[in-house]
């Protein structure tokens, strides 16, 4: 059995004041909430994530986003709400 990479070692929370301050994949920037919107909201796999980043992410990282909204769930919650769409609030 392999050994896991620990969160840290693949998720960062950036600390420069021009940061949106929310957690990403370390080295690449992309924000946590993005992929496990793709599971949430469109039923993706962590394997289906990983073929449509076409190997610039590995699945070791999409999974360790998926754990890390698991134990910090207050940073992703807020992106995944529910939004109204902004045609329909427009039309009432």
Not at 3 to 9: F, I, V, W
Not at 27 to 36: M, Q, T
Not at 64 to 69: E, G, L, P, R, T
Request: glycine share 8%.
């Amino acid at each position: 059995m392999q050994d896991e990479q620990p969160l840290a070692s693949l998720i960062e929370i950036p600390g420069e004041i021009d940061s949106r301050g929310e957690p990403v994949v370390k080295g690449k920037g992309v924000p946590v909430w993005v992929l496990v919107a793709y599971s949430q909201k469109h039923g993706m796999t962590p394997g289906q994530i990983c073929m449509l980043w076409e190997g610039w992410l590995t699945l070791a990282v999409v999974k360790a986003a998926f754990s890390y909204a698991e134990a910090f769930p207050d940073t992703v919650e807020n992106k995944l709400a529910p939004t109204p769409d902004l045609l329909d609030s427009h039309n009432k």
